[in-house]
């Protein structure tokens, strides 16, 4: 007969079974019961339609997981299994935890978008406005990439007026998004107008830091303008969401931020034609309105108005004149006439006609007025003839 073991013994040796046993298992099911304990540890089941199996995460691993675990989330699990002896109870310790059908990097991409979308990180009313004329633009990128050299380049040749500070900094690797945080928070004591941060091309891996929540949390908060220019043209990265202005790569991030100083010496020369013209206009145009000035004094002037009454008296000289030799060959017409009229009625004239003058005590007198008796005379020219009136008849 077997001697009884004690519960404890019992309990190791399933320990001992299970853990050599299933020293490596892969197994998917869906989360349930999950705890995220404030040690760091994670708890949680797994289960199908018939099955549950208790899990826990210890912290040393769950610091790499990307994505957040999720009740209802399906899940596959690399672990082993493993027995807490005094409680005889059996879980699986895991090790690495990927999204059932897709890649535990894209479904935290996605988990921590949609967290910070709803959190307003994205809200466009709250970007900041690029300066148009940078005069100092802070790099956080690597010192030795090909982003860096990049960048200087096309500053150089579009905009060579600018200053570039680099602040030296790690984007790639577990520690790099600690380091681009430090970054941005040194680049807000310095006297720059803009941020720029980036890094060249890579793999998912590669561009990580920049779809981390802290990073994007230290660009939300910059009181500078930042530019995120990661990668190539095809990768879009969390940085890229909240930054105030997203660049395809980091020469890019050159091209957008800087002037382009060819086509300001292009708008310059156009400029300095324009004025040109504007300016001949210009004087052109108060030149004629000096002509007009001028020649509104000339025609108000005391001058003008004293020429102006010479002109008058002048032309009233000449109209009073004309008008004067009009009367006088008027009168003198009357008076020829008159002259006319008086030889026409000349004795001399009347002589020839019968016609006398009759006079009474030496004074002319009309036959009308003869009375019977009167000693008169009858005067020609030439003769004189003494009568007396012996009868007077009135017809």
């Not at 003198?332 to 002259?339: A, G, H, P």
């Amino acid at each position: 007969m077997n001697s009884a073991i004690s519960v404890s013994t019992l309990n190791t040796q399933i320990k001992s079974l299970l853990e050599t046993t299933f020293i490596n298992v892969y197994v998917e099911g869906e989360i349930s019961n999950l705890t995220y304990h404030n040690s760091g540890h994670i708890y949680f089941s797994i289960k199908d339609e018939n099955s549950t199996i208790s899990c826990v995460m210890f912290k040393g691993n769950a610091k790499y997981l990307k994505f957040q675990l999720e009740v209802g989330q399906k899940i596959t699990i690399t672990g082993t299994i493993t027995v807490y002896t005094p409680r005889g109870s059996y879980q699986l310790l895991c090790n690495k935890i990927e999204p059932s059908g897709q890649g535990a990097l894209a479904l935290a991409y996605e988990q921590l978008k949609a967290k910070l979308q709803a959190k307003g990180y994205f809200n466009p009313e709250i970007k900041k406005q690029l300066p148009k004329y940078p005069k100092k633009i802070a790099l956080i990128t690597s010192p030795t990439g090909a982003a860096i050299a990049d960048m200087k380049k096309v500053a150089t040749h579009r905009w060579p007026l600018v200053e570039l500070v680099l602040i030296p900094t790690l984007v790639q690797g577990e520690e790099a998004k600690h380091d681009i945080v430090k970054s941005i928070k040194y680049a807000q004591t310095l006297d720059v107008d803009l941020l720029v941060v980036g890094r060249g091309g890579g793999s998912l891996e590669d561009l990580w830091a920049f779809n981390e929540e802290i990073v994007a949390t230290a660009i939300y908060e910059s009181s500078k303008p930042i530019i995120s220019a990661v990668g190539h043209e095809i990768d879009f990265l969390i940085s890229d969401f909240v930054a105030d202005l997203r660049a395809a790569t980091p020469s890019n991030a050159m091209e957008i931020a800087l002037p382009d100083i060819n086509e300001h010496r292009i708008y310059l020369d156009n400029l300095e034609s324009d004025l040109s013209i504007r300016f001949k206009n210009l004087i052109s145009q108060k030149q004629n309105s000096l002509e007009n000035i001028k020649s509104l004094f000339e025609q108000n002037s005391l001058k003008s108005k004293f020429n102006f009454i010479e002109e008058q008296i002048k032309l009233l000289k000449k109209n009073y004149d004309s008008y004067l030799n009009t009367v006088i060959n008027n009168k003198q017409n009357n008076i020829n006439l008159l002259k006319n009229a008086i030889e026409s009625n000349h004795p001399n004239k009347k002589e020839l006609n019968g016609y006398a003058q009759i006079t009474l005590k030496n004074k002319i007198i009309k036959l009308e007025e003869l009375k019977e008796d009167d000693i008169i005379a009858l005067q020609s020219p030439q003769t004189i003839v003494s009568c007396k009136v012996l009868n007077i008849k009135n017809q």
